[in-house]
Protein backbone atom coordinates (compact mmCIF):
# COMPACT_ATOMS: atom_id res chain seq x y z
CA UNK A 1 0.00 0.00 0.00
CA UNK A 2 1.25 3.54 -0.96
CA UNK A 3 1.83 6.04 1.74
CA UNK A 4 2.25 9.81 1.32
CA UNK A 5 5.26 10.89 0.87
CA UNK A 6 6.54 14.45 2.61
CA UNK A 7 6.93 17.25 0.99
CA UNK A 8 10.40 17.83 3.16
CA UNK A 9 11.72 14.59 1.73
CA UNK A 10 10.49 15.70 -1.62
CA UNK A 11 12.60 18.92 -0.89
CA UNK A 12 15.41 16.39 0.54
CA UNK A 13 15.99 14.13 -3.04
CA UNK A 14 15.47 16.92 -5.22
CA UNK A 15 18.64 18.23 -3.25
CA UNK A 16 20.39 14.69 -3.45
CA UNK A 17 19.45 14.88 -7.46
CA UNK A 18 21.21 18.15 -7.75
CA UNK A 19 24.01 17.26 -5.68
CA UNK A 20 24.38 14.08 -7.99
CA UNK A 21 24.64 16.33 -11.05
CA UNK A 22 26.43 19.10 -10.13
CA UNK A 23 30.09 17.39 -10.35
CA UNK A 24 33.19 20.08 -10.14
CA UNK A 25 33.35 19.45 -14.09
CA UNK A 26 29.97 21.30 -14.77
CA UNK A 27 31.20 23.82 -13.12
CA UNK A 28 33.49 24.51 -16.38
CA UNK A 29 31.55 24.32 -19.39
CA UNK A 30 29.42 27.08 -18.59
CA UNK A 31 31.67 29.32 -17.69
CA UNK A 32 33.21 28.47 -21.24
CA UNK A 33 29.92 28.87 -22.86
CA UNK A 34 29.86 32.46 -22.03
CA UNK A 35 33.32 33.20 -23.54
CA UNK A 36 32.61 31.93 -26.84
CA UNK A 37 29.01 33.13 -26.87
CA UNK A 38 29.47 36.55 -25.86
CA UNK A 39 26.42 39.06 -26.68
CA UNK A 40 24.55 35.70 -27.99
CA UNK A 41 24.64 34.42 -24.33
CA UNK A 42 21.38 34.11 -23.40
CA UNK A 43 20.22 32.32 -27.16
CA UNK A 44 23.20 29.75 -26.80
CA UNK A 45 22.76 29.74 -22.35
CA UNK A 46 18.61 28.61 -23.50
CA UNK A 47 20.52 25.51 -25.53
CA UNK A 48 22.69 24.36 -23.14
CA UNK A 49 20.13 23.96 -20.65
CA UNK A 50 17.94 21.72 -22.74
CA UNK A 51 20.90 19.32 -23.03
CA UNK A 52 22.47 20.29 -19.59
CA UNK A 53 19.43 20.55 -17.06
CA UNK A 54 16.11 19.35 -19.37
CA UNK A 55 17.44 15.80 -20.52
CA UNK A 56 18.97 14.65 -17.52
CA UNK A 57 15.82 15.10 -15.33
CA UNK A 58 14.19 13.84 -17.92
CA UNK A 59 15.85 10.42 -18.19
CA UNK A 60 15.75 9.72 -14.64
CA UNK A 61 11.80 10.53 -15.10
CA UNK A 62 12.23 7.89 -17.96
CA UNK A 63 13.13 5.34 -15.03
CA UNK A 64 10.51 5.76 -13.13
CA UNK A 65 8.16 5.58 -15.94
CA UNK A 66 9.70 2.43 -17.25
CA UNK A 67 9.41 0.61 -14.11
CA UNK A 68 13.08 -0.94 -15.01
CA UNK A 69 15.96 -1.64 -12.84
CA UNK A 70 19.45 -0.96 -14.29
CA UNK A 71 20.07 0.50 -17.73
CA UNK A 72 20.65 -2.51 -18.91
CA UNK A 73 17.20 -3.89 -18.76
CA UNK A 74 15.84 -0.22 -20.16
CA UNK A 75 18.23 -0.22 -22.82
CA UNK A 76 17.90 -4.25 -23.53
CA UNK A 77 14.31 -3.20 -25.18
CA UNK A 78 16.25 -2.46 -27.99
CA UNK A 79 18.12 -5.72 -28.40
CA UNK A 80 19.94 -7.64 -25.28
CA UNK A 81 22.98 -7.04 -27.44
CA UNK A 82 22.63 -3.72 -27.74
CA UNK A 83 21.32 -3.13 -23.91
CA UNK A 84 24.66 -4.74 -23.19
CA UNK A 85 27.07 -2.80 -25.63
CA UNK A 86 25.37 0.85 -24.57
CA UNK A 87 25.42 0.10 -21.14
CA UNK A 88 29.25 -0.66 -21.23
CA UNK A 89 30.11 2.25 -23.92
CA UNK A 90 28.41 4.80 -21.41
CA UNK A 91 30.06 3.45 -18.21
CA UNK A 92 33.32 3.99 -20.40
CA UNK A 93 32.55 7.25 -21.00
CA UNK A 94 31.21 8.52 -18.43
CA UNK A 95 34.33 6.45 -16.52
CA UNK A 96 38.10 5.93 -17.34
CA UNK A 97 37.60 7.59 -20.55
CA UNK A 98 36.29 11.03 -19.95
CA UNK A 99 34.40 11.70 -16.72
CA UNK A 100 37.15 10.29 -14.36
CA UNK A 101 40.21 11.71 -15.88
CA UNK A 102 38.39 15.33 -16.42
CA UNK A 103 38.16 15.41 -12.95
CA UNK A 104 42.06 15.54 -12.06
CA UNK A 105 42.01 17.76 -15.22
CA UNK A 106 39.76 20.49 -13.63
CA UNK A 107 41.35 19.88 -10.01
CA UNK A 108 44.74 20.93 -12.00
CA UNK A 109 43.29 23.60 -14.12
CA UNK A 110 41.87 25.27 -11.16
CA UNK A 111 44.49 24.51 -8.17
CA UNK A 112 47.80 23.96 -9.29
CA UNK A 113 48.37 25.34 -13.20
CA UNK A 114 47.93 29.17 -11.97
CA UNK A 115 50.73 28.75 -9.44
CA UNK A 116 53.65 27.11 -11.46
CA UNK A 117 55.38 28.41 -15.12
CA UNK A 118 54.20 27.44 -18.79
CA UNK A 119 57.23 25.47 -19.24
CA UNK A 120 57.08 23.37 -15.65
CA UNK A 121 52.72 22.72 -17.57
CA UNK A 122 53.77 19.11 -18.36
CA UNK A 123 55.72 17.73 -15.56
CA UNK A 124 52.99 19.44 -12.76
CA UNK A 125 49.93 17.74 -14.06
CA UNK A 126 52.01 14.13 -14.30
CA UNK A 127 53.06 14.38 -10.42
CA UNK A 128 49.40 15.98 -9.49
CA UNK A 129 47.46 13.49 -11.24
CA UNK A 130 50.03 10.36 -9.76
CA UNK A 131 48.43 11.73 -6.36
CA UNK A 132 45.35 12.50 -7.66
CA UNK A 133 44.39 8.77 -8.71
CA UNK A 134 46.28 6.93 -6.18
CA UNK A 135 44.27 8.94 -3.48
CA UNK A 136 40.92 7.96 -5.36
CA UNK A 137 42.67 4.41 -5.77
CA UNK A 138 43.02 4.11 -2.09
CA UNK A 139 39.62 5.47 -1.03
CA UNK A 140 37.83 3.56 -3.93
CA UNK A 141 39.65 0.28 -2.11
CA UNK A 142 38.82 1.28 1.59
CA UNK A 143 35.37 3.46 1.39
CA UNK A 144 35.47 4.84 4.66
CA UNK A 145 33.81 7.98 6.25
CA UNK A 146 36.50 10.29 5.17
CA UNK A 147 34.19 10.66 1.69
CA UNK A 148 31.06 11.00 3.03
CA UNK A 149 32.29 13.35 5.30
CA UNK A 150 33.87 15.28 2.45
CA UNK A 151 31.46 15.61 0.47
CA UNK A 152 28.22 16.32 2.78
CA UNK A 153 30.53 19.58 3.77
CA UNK A 154 32.43 20.52 1.44
CA UNK A 155 29.68 21.16 -1.23
CA UNK A 156 27.63 23.76 1.17
CA UNK A 157 31.14 25.39 0.91
CA UNK A 158 32.15 25.24 -2.26
CA UNK A 159 28.82 26.14 -3.33
CA UNK A 160 28.80 28.59 -0.84
CA UNK A 161 32.36 30.40 -2.76
CA UNK A 162 30.92 29.76 -5.70
CA UNK A 163 27.82 31.26 -5.11
CA UNK A 164 29.58 34.36 -3.98
CA UNK A 165 31.78 34.71 -7.00
CA UNK A 166 28.97 34.12 -9.45
CA UNK A 167 27.26 37.20 -7.25
CA UNK A 168 29.83 39.30 -7.41
CA UNK A 169 30.92 38.72 -10.94
CA UNK A 170 26.71 39.83 -11.89
CA UNK A 171 26.78 42.90 -9.14
CA UNK A 172 30.34 44.10 -10.34
CA UNK A 173 30.32 42.28 -14.55
CA UNK A 174 33.91 42.48 -15.12
CA UNK A 175 33.13 44.09 -18.00
CA UNK A 176 30.63 43.89 -20.83
CA UNK A 177 29.68 41.23 -23.53
CA UNK A 178 32.26 40.91 -26.50
CA UNK A 179 31.02 39.74 -30.31
CA UNK A 180 30.56 36.40 -29.92
CA UNK A 181 33.36 34.21 -31.40
CA UNK A 182 32.90 32.69 -35.16
CA UNK A 183 31.06 29.31 -33.59
CA UNK A 184 28.20 31.19 -31.86
CA UNK A 185 27.72 33.89 -34.58
CA UNK A 186 24.79 31.92 -36.14
CA UNK A 187 22.66 29.11 -34.35
CA UNK A 188 23.84 29.56 -30.89
CA UNK A 189 21.04 28.16 -29.62
CA UNK A 190 21.87 24.79 -31.40
CA UNK A 191 25.73 25.00 -30.46
CA UNK A 192 24.71 25.60 -26.49
CA UNK A 193 23.01 22.69 -27.57
CA UNK A 194 25.35 20.56 -28.30
CA UNK A 195 27.80 21.79 -25.82
CA UNK A 196 25.84 20.37 -22.96
CA UNK A 197 26.69 17.00 -24.23
CA UNK A 198 29.82 17.64 -22.72
CA UNK A 199 28.57 17.73 -19.00
CA UNK A 200 26.99 13.97 -19.64
CA UNK A 201 24.57 14.48 -17.42
CA UNK A 202 22.14 12.49 -19.39
CA UNK A 203 24.28 9.79 -19.82
CA UNK A 204 25.00 9.95 -15.93
CA UNK A 205 20.95 10.34 -15.93
CA UNK A 206 20.69 6.48 -16.58
CA UNK A 207 22.56 5.51 -13.84
CA UNK A 208 21.27 8.40 -11.24
CA UNK A 209 18.20 7.28 -12.09
CA UNK A 210 17.66 4.23 -10.16
CA UNK A 211 19.80 5.76 -7.10
CA UNK A 212 16.30 8.18 -6.49
CA UNK A 213 13.67 5.97 -7.48
CA UNK A 214 14.34 3.59 -5.17
CA UNK A 215 14.82 6.01 -2.80
CA UNK A 216 11.17 7.26 -3.29
CA UNK A 217 10.04 3.79 -3.37
CA UNK A 218 11.63 2.95 -0.03
CA UNK A 219 10.09 6.31 1.61
CA UNK A 220 6.31 4.10 0.82
CA UNK A 221 5.68 5.30 -2.89
CA UNK A 222 4.55 2.44 -5.00
CA UNK A 223 2.27 2.85 -7.90
CA UNK A 224 3.97 4.48 -10.67
CA UNK A 225 2.09 7.40 -10.69
CA UNK A 226 2.94 8.40 -7.36
CA UNK A 227 6.51 7.54 -7.96
CA UNK A 228 6.07 9.83 -10.62
CA UNK A 229 4.92 12.65 -8.92
CA UNK A 230 7.46 12.35 -6.74
CA UNK A 231 10.06 12.53 -8.69
CA UNK A 232 8.63 15.30 -10.70
CA UNK A 233 8.46 17.55 -8.19
CA UNK A 234 12.29 16.71 -7.10
CA UNK A 235 13.66 16.91 -10.72
CA UNK A 236 11.84 20.90 -10.76
CA UNK A 237 13.58 21.41 -7.29
CA UNK A 238 17.13 20.08 -9.39
CA UNK A 239 16.53 21.82 -12.13
CA UNK A 240 15.98 25.26 -11.08
CA UNK A 241 18.65 25.33 -8.87
CA UNK A 242 20.90 23.97 -11.91
CA UNK A 243 19.52 26.48 -14.58
CA UNK A 244 20.18 29.42 -11.73
CA UNK A 245 23.70 28.52 -11.42
CA UNK A 246 24.82 27.60 -14.90
CA UNK A 247 23.08 30.69 -16.41
CA UNK A 248 25.35 33.03 -13.80
CA UNK A 249 28.36 30.92 -14.84
CA UNK A 250 27.50 31.95 -18.55
CA UNK A 251 27.06 35.21 -17.33
CA UNK A 252 30.23 35.51 -15.53
CA UNK A 253 32.19 33.97 -18.58
CA UNK A 254 30.96 36.27 -21.04
CA UNK A 255 31.73 39.59 -18.93
CA UNK A 256 34.80 38.29 -18.29
CA UNK A 257 36.31 37.93 -22.13
CA UNK A 258 36.83 42.25 -22.16
CA UNK A 259 39.50 42.07 -19.29
CA UNK A 260 40.64 38.33 -19.26
CA UNK A 261 40.81 37.54 -22.96
CA UNK A 262 39.56 34.53 -25.04
CA UNK A 263 40.82 31.32 -22.80
CA UNK A 264 42.07 27.74 -23.11
CA UNK A 265 39.12 26.17 -21.23
CA UNK A 266 36.24 26.84 -18.19
CA UNK A 267 38.71 25.93 -15.88
CA UNK A 268 41.11 28.60 -16.53
CA UNK A 269 38.37 31.46 -16.36
CA UNK A 270 36.93 30.21 -13.53
CA UNK A 271 40.64 30.51 -11.62
CA UNK A 272 41.45 33.93 -13.56
CA UNK A 273 37.83 35.39 -12.03
CA UNK A 274 38.15 34.14 -8.65
CA UNK A 275 41.70 35.48 -8.43
CA UNK A 276 40.67 39.07 -10.20
CA UNK A 277 37.95 39.46 -7.63
CA UNK A 278 39.52 37.72 -4.70
CA UNK A 279 43.36 37.64 -5.56
CA UNK A 280 45.81 34.83 -4.85
CA UNK A 281 44.09 33.77 -1.81
CA UNK A 282 40.70 33.64 -3.38
CA UNK A 283 42.29 31.32 -6.33
CA UNK A 284 43.78 29.36 -3.80
CA UNK A 285 40.89 28.37 -1.31
CA UNK A 286 38.54 28.17 -4.59
CA UNK A 287 41.08 25.63 -5.87
CA UNK A 288 41.58 23.76 -2.78
CA UNK A 289 37.43 23.30 -2.65
CA UNK A 290 37.35 21.95 -5.88
CA UNK A 291 39.86 19.44 -5.59
CA UNK A 292 38.52 17.52 -2.73
CA UNK A 293 35.62 17.81 -4.59
CA UNK A 294 36.75 16.26 -7.74
CA UNK A 295 38.19 13.51 -5.49
CA UNK A 296 35.01 12.86 -3.80
CA UNK A 297 33.32 12.69 -7.55
CA UNK A 298 36.01 10.77 -8.97
CA UNK A 299 36.36 7.85 -5.70
CA UNK A 300 32.55 7.58 -6.33
CA UNK A 301 32.91 7.22 -10.38
CA UNK A 302 35.43 4.49 -9.81
CA UNK A 303 33.09 2.86 -7.34
CA UNK A 304 30.07 2.93 -9.79
CA UNK A 305 32.23 1.46 -12.36
CA UNK A 306 34.85 -0.84 -10.44
CA UNK A 307 31.03 -2.76 -9.41
CA UNK A 308 29.64 -2.50 -12.83
CA UNK A 309 32.62 -4.09 -14.05
CA UNK A 310 32.87 -6.47 -11.68
CA UNK A 311 29.27 -8.00 -12.38
CA UNK A 312 30.22 -8.04 -16.01
CA UNK A 313 33.43 -9.75 -16.04
CA UNK A 314 32.95 -11.45 -11.97
CA UNK A 315 36.14 -13.73 -12.38
CA UNK A 316 38.32 -9.98 -12.36
CA UNK A 317 38.14 -8.68 -8.54
CA UNK A 318 36.72 -5.22 -7.59
CA UNK A 319 39.98 -4.55 -6.13
CA UNK A 320 41.54 -5.51 -9.61
CA UNK A 321 39.49 -3.18 -11.99
CA UNK A 322 39.84 -0.38 -9.03
CA UNK A 323 43.19 -0.06 -9.54
CA UNK A 324 43.18 -0.29 -13.53
CA UNK A 325 40.99 1.91 -13.76
CA UNK A 326 42.49 4.44 -11.31
CA UNK A 327 45.81 4.14 -13.23
CA UNK A 328 44.26 4.34 -16.77
CA UNK A 329 42.57 7.35 -15.62
CA UNK A 330 45.63 8.85 -14.52
CA UNK A 331 47.16 8.26 -18.00
CA UNK A 332 44.25 9.56 -19.97
CA UNK A 333 44.14 12.71 -17.62
CA UNK A 334 48.20 13.65 -18.84
CA UNK A 335 46.72 14.53 -22.39
CA UNK A 336 45.40 18.12 -20.42
CA UNK A 337 41.71 19.55 -20.19
CA UNK A 338 41.58 21.23 -23.27
CA UNK A 339 42.35 18.10 -25.26
CA UNK A 340 40.28 15.65 -23.44
CA UNK A 341 37.53 17.80 -24.06
CA UNK A 342 38.23 17.72 -27.79
CA UNK A 343 38.65 14.25 -27.97
CA UNK A 344 35.62 13.23 -26.08
CA UNK A 345 33.37 15.49 -28.64
CA UNK A 346 33.01 12.91 -31.54
CA UNK A 347 31.89 10.50 -29.25
CA UNK A 348 29.72 12.13 -27.25
CA UNK A 349 28.06 13.20 -30.78
CA UNK A 350 27.44 9.34 -31.37
CA UNK A 351 26.12 8.45 -27.85
CA UNK A 352 23.99 11.44 -26.78
CA UNK A 353 21.30 11.18 -29.95
CA UNK A 354 20.95 7.41 -28.61
CA UNK A 355 20.30 8.67 -25.07
CA UNK A 356 18.43 10.92 -26.36
CA UNK A 357 16.39 8.73 -27.87
CA UNK A 358 16.02 6.03 -25.82
CA UNK A 359 14.61 8.24 -23.38
CA UNK A 360 11.56 9.42 -25.86
CA UNK A 361 10.82 5.91 -27.08
CA UNK A 362 10.73 4.75 -23.01
CA UNK A 363 8.04 7.36 -22.35
CA UNK A 364 6.01 6.26 -25.64
CA UNK A 365 6.43 2.61 -25.06
CA UNK A 366 2.89 2.65 -24.22
CA UNK A 367 1.74 3.89 -26.85
CA UNK A 368 3.56 1.67 -29.46
CA UNK A 369 3.03 -1.35 -27.44
CA UNK A 370 6.60 -1.76 -27.33
CA UNK A 371 7.38 -3.22 -30.68
CA UNK A 372 10.70 -3.97 -30.86
CA UNK A 373 11.14 -2.95 -34.45
CA UNK A 374 10.07 0.91 -33.25
CA UNK A 375 13.03 0.66 -31.08
CA UNK A 376 15.81 -0.87 -33.06
CA UNK A 377 14.92 0.63 -36.78
CA UNK A 378 14.73 4.25 -35.37
CA UNK A 379 17.95 3.13 -33.02
CA UNK A 380 19.54 2.16 -36.13
CA UNK A 381 18.85 5.87 -38.12
CA UNK A 382 19.84 7.55 -35.34
CA UNK A 383 23.19 5.56 -35.21
CA UNK A 384 24.00 6.11 -38.56
CA UNK A 385 23.66 9.41 -38.73
CA UNK A 386 25.21 10.56 -35.79
CA UNK A 387 28.02 8.60 -36.63
CA UNK A 388 28.65 10.43 -39.71
CA UNK A 389 28.32 13.57 -38.19
CA UNK A 390 30.54 12.70 -35.36
CA UNK A 391 33.07 11.66 -37.74
CA UNK A 392 33.62 15.26 -39.36
CA UNK A 393 35.88 16.02 -36.29
CA UNK A 394 38.43 13.75 -37.15
CA UNK A 395 40.58 12.55 -39.88
CA UNK A 396 37.95 10.05 -40.83
CA UNK A 397 35.42 12.20 -42.37
CA UNK A 398 32.80 11.22 -45.06
CA UNK A 399 32.81 14.04 -47.03
CA UNK A 400 30.40 12.79 -50.02
CA UNK A 401 28.33 11.27 -46.71
CA UNK A 402 28.25 14.51 -45.11
CA UNK A 403 27.60 16.71 -48.18
CA UNK A 404 24.37 14.34 -48.79
CA UNK A 405 22.97 14.75 -45.78
CA UNK A 406 23.30 18.11 -45.13
CA UNK A 407 21.22 18.28 -48.68
CA UNK A 408 18.38 16.53 -47.45
CA UNK A 409 18.18 16.25 -43.73
CA UNK A 410 16.87 19.25 -41.74
CA UNK A 411 18.56 20.28 -39.29
CA UNK A 412 21.92 18.10 -40.26
CA UNK A 413 24.38 21.28 -40.29
CA UNK A 414 23.64 22.56 -36.64
CA UNK A 415 24.17 18.57 -35.14
CA UNK A 416 20.43 17.64 -35.16
CA UNK A 417 20.27 15.47 -38.17
CA UNK A 418 19.47 12.70 -36.65
CA UNK A 419 15.74 14.01 -35.33
CA UNK A 420 13.62 13.14 -38.21
CA UNK A 421 15.77 9.76 -38.95
CA UNK A 422 14.74 8.61 -35.49
CA UNK A 423 11.28 9.12 -36.08
CA UNK A 424 11.15 7.68 -39.75
CA UNK A 425 13.01 4.96 -38.40
CA UNK A 426 10.40 4.31 -35.65
CA UNK A 427 7.19 4.76 -37.83
CA UNK A 428 8.87 1.93 -40.48
CA UNK A 429 9.32 0.00 -37.08
CA UNK A 430 6.33 0.21 -35.93
CA UNK A 431 4.50 -0.55 -39.42
CA UNK A 432 6.63 -3.39 -39.91
CA UNK A 433 6.08 -5.06 -36.16
CA UNK A 434 2.17 -4.23 -37.41
CA UNK A 435 1.89 -6.36 -40.40
CA UNK A 436 4.09 -9.13 -38.60
CA UNK A 437 1.03 -9.02 -35.99
CA UNK A 438 -1.05 -9.56 -38.53
CA UNK A 439 0.26 -12.02 -40.17
CA UNK A 440 0.58 -14.16 -36.76
CA UNK A 441 -2.79 -13.62 -36.21
CA UNK A 442 -3.86 -14.65 -40.03
CA UNK A 443 -1.85 -18.15 -39.42
CA UNK A 444 -3.68 -18.67 -35.83
Given at each position: ????????????????L??L?F?AG???????????????????????????????????M???????E?L???????????????????????G??????R??????????K???????????????????F????????????????????????????????V????IF?????????E????????????????????????????????????K??????????????????AA??????????????????????H???????L???????F???????????I?V???TT???????????FH????????K??????????????N???????????????????L???L?????????????????????L?????????????????????????????????????????????????Y??????????????
Open positions: MSTKVPFSFIVIIGLMFAFGNLIFPAMLGQSAGSEIWSANAGFLVTGVGLPLLGVAFGFSGKDQSLASRVHPMFGLVFTTVLYLAIPLFAIPTGNVSFEIGVPFVSESSTGIALLIFTVIFTITCFLSLNPAKIVDIVGRFLTPIKLTFIGILVVSVPIGKFQAPSKYMTNSFFNGFQEGYLTMDTLASFVFGIIIINAIREGAKTKGQILKVCLMATLIVILAAIYSALSYMGASSVEKLGLDNGGEVARVSEFYGTYGGVLLGLMTACLSVGLITACSSYKLFPAISYVIAISLSVFSAIIAVGLTELIAISVPVLTIIYPAIVIFLTFLHPLFKGRSGVYQISMFTFIISLVDSLQETALKVPALDSFFASFLPMYGIGLGWIVPAIIGGLIGVLNFKQDDALLNNE
